[in-house]
């Protein structure tokens, strides 16, 4: 498991925010201030590729566009993307892995699905945060592995029970899904910066449909 591990394989990512704007565009009908928003969010890691940058968290209703957003935004960029929903998440070990010590010990989720892609600056897209399960009724904490994941100060020297060595995920670009902000922890919160998806009108429907599914 270690060895395959995407320790130096990156991407080479495209640098230019307008081709971001124009692939957000031709992926999705209006969405204009969300849109901006991306863009302000992206455009300082692109400058600097070394900086720290908050993580951008969509929050919307079920159907208005958070995942597709993200696979654009991977898309736009040109890097692998890898989703993992944590909704409903108990145990920490899905997060952070077994000890190799125990039987029948494997690695997190989180590790897992990065090797899985092969390259260590994925789009990585963490679904219904919202819901990931508490201390109180979990095996460990798991809002707190999940913490160490996205927090920039800490994510440089990442650490799953399984490996047991540091694996920097500063690289990856996190993006968060989330049907509530109010189930968001303020811990996590601090690190995210919201962005809020409305519904649909009607109109706006139609449109959608003629512009996107018909020709799909």
């Known amino acids: 498991f270690t060895l395959g591990l995407p320790w130096k394989e990156e991407t080479e990512q ?16 209006g969405l204009k201030y969300p849109k901006g928003r991306i863009c302000d969010g992206i455009a300082p890691k692109i400058l600097n590729p070394e900086g720290k940058s908050q993580i951008i968290c969509f929050v919307g209703p079920p159907g208005v566009g958070k995942t597709s957003l993200a696979k654009s935004i991977a898309r736009a960029l040109g890097r692998k993307l890898v989703m993992m929903s944590v909704g409903g998440i108990r145990d920490e070990a899905q997060i952070r892995g077994h000890r190799v010590t125990y039987i029948g010990a494997l690695p997190g989720q989180i590790l897992k699905l990065i090797r899985r892609c092969g390259a260590k ?21 798991p809002e707190s592995a999940m913490l160490e994941v996205l927090d920039p100060e800490q994510n440089y020297a990442f650490t ?23 189930g968001i922890s303020s811990p996590l919160r601090d690190r995210m910066d919201i962005i809020t ?5 009607e109109d706006e429907k139609i449109e959608i449909a003629k512009k996107y599914l018909i020709s799909k």
Do not use: Q, W
């Open 14 to 29: 495209r640098t230019d925010i307008d081709a971001v704007a124009k692939t957000l565009d031709e992926d999705h009908y």
């Open 121 to 141: 600056d994925p789009v990585f897209v963490i679904d219904e945060i919202d819901k990931i399960g508490h201390s109180s009724t979990s095996s460990g904490d």
């Open 160 to 182: 799953d029970h399984y490996l047991d060595c540091p694996y920097d995920l500063s690289k990856v670009m996190f993006i968060t899904t989330a049907n509530m902000e109010d």
């Open 197 to 201: 998806l409305p519904g649909y009108l």
